[in-house]
């Protein structure tokens, strides 16, 4: 009985499931990233412990510097122009996120807070260092 001969072909490597899957986890990182990076502005946080519950899914960050100045979008806006600007925002999937000087006072800080609970922001969160 003769049975057939059959050549080994060389194993190749298939690529392509492999880009696939880059492309997928390029797209996933790409639409997970938040949309406004925390600003680059030097503050110095407060120190404090415990666990951190606001996430960075569609944060806004105000940043409180050590002279008490608000910056919002990296610009320096008073409590007027800042109430203006967050009431044109989605508060039901945005969060605050007060990134507060440890040199600054405290009474911005609060301010700030209750601008945002007055415009309707439920998730306010408090930057700090651990």
Not at 23 to 50: C, H, K, Q, R, Y
Request: proline share 4%; net charge positive; hydrophobic share 45%.
């Amino acid at each position: 009985m003769n049975l057939p001969q059959y050549k080994s072909k060389k194993n190749i490597l298939e690529l392509t499931p492999l880009i696939d899957v880059m492309f997928l986890l390029l797209i996933f990182f790409m639409l997970t990233m938040p949309e406004e990076a925390v600003s680059d502005i030097p503050v110095n946080l407060p120190s404090a412990s415990g666990k951190s519950e606001i996430e960075n899914n569609k944060t806004i960050s105000i940043t409180i510097t050590s002279s008490n100045k608000i910056i919002f979008k990296n610009e320096v806006v008073d409590i007027e122009a800042l109430q203006k600007k967050l009431e044109g925002i989605d508060k039901i999937k945005s969060k605050i996120l007060i990134r507060g000087d440890a040199g600054s006072e405290l009474g911005a800080t609060v301010k700030i807070w209750q601008l945002a609970k007055k415009v309707g922001f439920k998730k306010i969160g408090i930057a700090v260092q651990k």
